[in-house]
């Protein structure tokens, strides 16, 4: 192979740069800033506290999604039941539900002044109306994490159960095993991996959430964080905050990394038949829709079920349009610089080059950054350019650098680049060298072979990328938070606002648009990587 | 002979710091196919890559038409050399029809209507017509290597060079499939080049045969005259098993197990080495006498292992008409014009 142009390294090390530099900066800050009082203060008060909830509300939700999603991704994977091709997407639905707006939602039903409640208590009976449990508190938030996010362990649960050889339990039936032998001996010991993955992407969202901790009352690291920055602000604890929690979040992403190893282990190679799908019948059939139609009337109908009631019957809030607008402009910009970023160190990872790959995978480390940690990281980096070129311009430097919306979709792109790399490798991967040299010995110059041959077998990939990213950004509370320009209020930040102030009636619109802003994408991407998985 | 179509000299290449093609030579002619035999790591497919223009050499050159493709500095890239490559996996276009996937090398050398009559002529050839609209994946194996050949075709090469072409196929398949192929080819009259590691597969398809081991091209010639007259045990081997007899030339002959056997034209004491191909033996009353170790049936015939006297293991391969046991001991003899000669 000739050696490949400049342009994959290049762009490779742009997306390490962008993803890794957050991240560096707020280390290297957390060790060179003197100390505070607030963080001392902090840690003879608030940080056990911190910790704590951010391991119970993490181990609940995954303990829960992991539940959720084995079951629902093993029976759509092998049984046949009414509604069940609906299902197989339906059931990835909840992940375009914010946790926070599912937050808003459980909350304002289950509290004790809610619609539950409120009836049972006008008719007296206040002891049992104290039995029904709120979701509030460390384990409300892992339960509303864990039917929000259940549908990352379901997605990869439903493919790790179909892609398995049929002949591997067959084997063991004809060895004697029962069925349930089989399930607990055979299949989940072979889809374990797969299901670690998927938990630990659960474990990285519930570390990374902002809002729905915050509005649930079970403050996590994150929250310090947003509350070092918004409330003290002070970068520098911040950045120590930062650095805890992203200890906690780098956990959680080892675990996926390991898991996804050894995963390819447990794939088995040959007949890669479709095995037969079990039919229910009767009852069964039934008992088996409802089981899938529960989460998602859990993640998405309930909550935004109550969301739209108080939306309609109270007085809108402020600003929604200008929310709108800021959201989607956001959105967008990082969905396509993103989706060029990821498809860039895509290509520095098909170059096979050492370095091409290595930065690549670096930018794939930012993911793993929550949202207050990119953001705590871009502010440092933003301050220490603009002190550059403050000395350099000898006055102050005309374009104040940071809070403006370029520091914000730098933070996002760090968090994000990753969402888009994985797409537009799995999509470049199909594309092999072996196809390149075809072309070649048929004619075909470097153009030809990008415009005919790459790009209509990359497009749908870099698109799933450039959707995955809108959605994430459309959903995203912590670094908007702490990086928004001066009233440049996104969805997001609304929603979460009025909410903060008790004020769901005015949190409900916003929340909602920003959920049927997301859904269309959700149901393109789901779809797509259905028909990916059933091909 | 004409001149010819493509000529290798002194090819030299190395991947990744290990030495791949040694000084590497060979000649092309239209109309010709060439089959290169060599183990897997002999530099059989990087010497096919390197003609294609898919790697550039160190040294030495590669020249077609006059033209100088490759001198270990400049290397023609490979849309400009326009060779038909059959590539091991096919390399299909998966997002392209069958149609669309063999008319891909014809776009700018062929008017839109010329491109379709041509297309049209080589999926009639393939035999393939129903499928001009299929992709790739719902494919057999089998049509798929045809998808290929077409395609490499369509341009009308000169040379065309296939790598491995059928083993991805089973072996009922492929010699079906080899029969068409080389049909095919021939009709194209292009000048082909086959790499492969099947000695049988070598045999069947070409008119020239280069044994290829250890990045050197170590004999070169006709089919029948490379397998007759082995330059070396190695290159006796690629072809098949052999049972190879070392001695001493005394008074012109050379003792074995099977009697003396006349060595003319040797010098007394030089040391030889007599090749023995497995047909070359047959059972016989007079023969030495062997014990059978081990029967397998194969086309046919049965091939034996068996110990000699002397504890020499040999290979025979005798008519099935008399079924052999193990263990059973039988006499062998030697079909003395069969045998071929090496000096050291």
Not at chain 1, 113 to 139: F, H, I, K, N, S
Not at chain 1, 160 to 165: G, I, V, W
Not at chain 1, 418 to 443: M, S
Not at chain 2, 73 to 96: C, N
């Amino acid at each position: 192979m000739r050696a490949p142009g400049p342009g994959p390294a290049v762009f490779g090390s742009l997306a390490a740069l962008v993803a890794a530099g957050p991240i560096l900066a707020v280390a290297w800050i957390a060790l060179t800033a003197p100390w505070g009082d607030y963080l001392l203060h902090l840690l003879q008060t608030r940080l056990t506290g911190y910790v704590l909830n951010t391991l119970i509300v993490t181990s609940t939700a995954m303990v829960l999604a992991g539940g959720i999603g084995t079951m629902a991704g093993w029976m759509i994977a092998r049984l046949d039941f009414p509604g069940r091709h609906i299902f197989a997407w339906a059931l990835a639905l909840p992940l375009a539900v914010p946790a926070y707006v599912a937050a808003y939602g459980w909350l304002d039903l289950t509290q004790a002044a809610g619609p539950l409640q409120t009836p049972l208590r006008e008719a007296g009976l206040t002891g049992l109306a104290d039995l029904l449990p709120v979701v509030r508190g460390p384990l409300g938030a892992g339960f509303v994490f864990a039917v929000t996010l259940y549908p990352y362990v379901y997605l990869i649960a439903r493919q790790a159960f179909s892609e398995l050889h049929p002949d591997m339990q067959n084997a063991a039936r004809t060895l004697g095993a029962s069925r349930w032998q089989t399930l607990t001996g055979i299949t989940l010991p072979l889809v374990r991996p797969a299901l670690a993955a998927g938990l630990a992407l659960v474990a990285m969202e519930s570390i990374a959430d902002f809002g729905a901790v915050a509005h649930l009352g079970a403050p996590t690291l994150t929250v310090g964080v947003v509350r070092a920055w918004a409330g003290a602000g002070s970068v520098a604890d911040a950045a120590r905050l930062a650095v805890v929690l992203a200890l906690f979040a780098y956990l959680a992403f080892a675990l996926e990394r390991q898991s996804r190893a050894r995963a390819r282990f447990g794939q088995t190679s040959g007949g890669r038949r479709q095995p037969r799908l079990i039919r229910l019948t009767g009852a069964k059939s039934i008992i088996a829709s409802l089981a899938c139609l529960l989460p998602i009337l859990f993640g998405l109908a309930v909550p935004l079920g109550r969301l739209l009631y108080l939306a309609m019957t109270e007085p809108a809030a402020r600003g929604v349009m200008d929310g709108l607008t800021n959201s989607l402009a956001l959105a967008s910009v990082t969905a396509i610089l993103a989706a060029l970023l990821g498809l860039g160190a895509a290509y520095a990872i098909r170059s096979g080059t050492a370095f091409g790959v290595l930065s690549a995978r670096l930018a794939s480390l930012g993911y793993a950054a929550p949202g207050a940690v990119a953001a705590v990281g871009a502010l440092v980096l933003f301050a220490g350019l603009q002190a550059l070129l403050d000395s350099l311009w000898g006055g102050r430097f005309p374009v104040l650098l940071t809070a403006t919306a370029g520091a914000l979709v730098f933070a996002y792109l760090s968090r994000f680049a990753a969402v888009a790399i994985a797409p537009a490798e799995t999509a470049l991967a199909q594309v092999t060298h072996r196809l390149d040299e075809a072309a070649k010995t048929l004619g075909a110059r470097r153009r030809r072979i990008a415009a005919e041959i790459h790009w209509p077998l990359i497009l749908g990939g870099v698109g799933i990328a450039a959707l995955m990213v809108f959605v994430e950004v459309m959903k995203e509370l912590p670094a908007t938070m702490i990086l928004r320009p001066f009233n440049t209020d996104t969805l997001a930040v609304i929603a979460h606002n009025y909410a903060a102030d008790e004020r769901l009636g005015q949190a409900a619109l916003p929340s909602l648009i920003i959920v049927l802003a997301t859904i269309p994408a959700m149901i393109l991407a789901a779809r797509s990587l259905t028909r990916g998985a059933s091909r | 002979m004409s001149q010819p179509v493509l000529s290798v000299r002194g090819a030299e290449k190395s991947l990744g710091g290990n030495p791949i093609l040694k000084g590497v030579d060979l000649d092309l002619y239209c109309g010709q196919v060439c089959a290169v035999l060599g183990p897997s790591g002999a530099g059989k497919s990087t010497l096919l890559r390197s003609i294609a223009g898919l790697e550039a050499l160190e040294a030495g050159s590669i020249i077609s038409g006059g033209q100088s493709w490759d001198d270990g500095k400049h290397s023609t890239p490979a849309e400009q050399r326009r060779v038909g490559v059959v590539f091991q996996d096919y390399a299909l276009f998966p997002h392209l029809t069958v149609e669309k996937n063999i008319a891909f090398g014809l776009k700018g050398s062929l008017a839109k209507d010329a491109a379709r009559e041509r297309v049209a002529e080589l999926i009639g050839q393939a035999e393939i017509s129903a499928l001009a609209q299929s992709y790739p994946h719902e494919l057999s194996g089998g049509e798929q290597q045809r998808v290929a050949l077409a395609r490499a075709l369509a341009p009308r090469p000169d040379i065309i060079l296939l790598d491995e072409p059928f083993s991805s196929l089973d072996r009922r398949l492929r010699a079906d499939l080899r029969e068409q192929t080389m049909k095919v080819i021939r009709e194209a009259g292009a000048a082909a080049l086959i790499v492969t590691h099947d000695a049988d597969e070598a045999f069947e398809t070409a008119d020239k045969l280069l044994l290829m081991e250890d990045g050197r091209i170590i004999q070169s010639g006709s089919p029948a005259d490379v397998y007759c007259h082995p330059v070396s045990i190695s290159s006796a081997r690629l072809l098949g098993d052999i049972n190879v007899v070392t001695g001493t030339v005394d008074r012109a002959r050379i003792a074995t197990l099977f009697g003396e056997i006349a060595i003319p034209d040797m010098q007394d004491g030089s040391s030889v080495n007599l090749l023995v191909r497995p047909e070359a033996l047959r059972e016989s009353e007079t023969g030495a006498e062997f014990t059978v170790e081990d029967i397998r049936i194969r086309q046919g015939r049965q091939r034996l292992r068996a110990t000699a006297s002397d504890g020499g293991r040999w290979i025979a391969e005798l008519p099935l008409a008399h079924p052999i046991k193990k263990g059973e001991t039988l006499r062998l003899a030697l079909d003395e014009t069969a045998i071929s000669l090496l000096t050291d």
